[in-house]
């Protein structure tokens, strides 16, 4: 018998012919890495853009807020609210909203837009989310008169 039959260890680590598996590891090409990848990407922006489609968007952000700065900014002239000035006002609403803007100062009141739903005796016009702020503002009641007011406003569909 010759001494061929007994094997002497490989040298060599992590090949085939390595008979106990050490050393062995498998390696995915980069490309198949960027695709697996990109596959994932791809399904969970389709999972949340069917996601999105399918919950129902509801906005609970005050209007009434931003479009009373805008109101008095309108106007006002260096700061002091005109009534007269209050016509001017009438298109600062939100786009697809409806408007109204009072004033009242020393026991007179002022109004633009329409009638605010609640106020009136219509129960069709209570089923709208009525929006409302309101500050106080200096306003000009005549020539070399300005008293103290308050400058509101009521936004809704």
């Known amino acids: 018998m010759s001494s ?22 498998a390696q995915a090409s980069p ?3 960027l695709a697996a990848l990109f596959a994932v990407c791809a399904g ?3 999972y949340a853009t069917v996601l999105a489609g399918a919950v129902p968007v509801v906005d609970e952000r005050s209007t009434a807020g931003p479009t ?22 009438r298109d600062r609403g939100p786009a697809g909203r ?3 803007v009072s004033l009242a100062a020393d026991g007179r009141e002022w ?14 016009d209570r089923t709208n989310r009525v929006d409302r702020a309101g500050r106080l503002v200096s ?6 008169r300005v008293e103290p007011g308050r400058l509101s406003v009521a936004v809704w569909s």
């Open 139 to 144: 306003v000009r009641l005549a020539p070399g």
């Open 44 to 46: 969970v922006s389709l």
């Open 31 to 33: 490309v198949a890495a």
């Open 98 to 100: 409806r408007l109204n």
């Open 68 to 89: 009373l700065d805008r109101v008095a900014d309108a106007a006002s002239d260096g700061g002091v609210v005109a009534p007269a000035r209050l016509a001017e006002a």
């Open 111 to 124: 109004g633009v837009g329409p009638a605010v739903p609640g106020d009136s005796s219509d129960a069709a």
């Open 4 to 25: 061929s039959s007994t094997r002497e260890p490989s040298t060599e680590r992590g090949t085939a012919s390595d008979a106990s598996g050490e050393g062995t590891r």
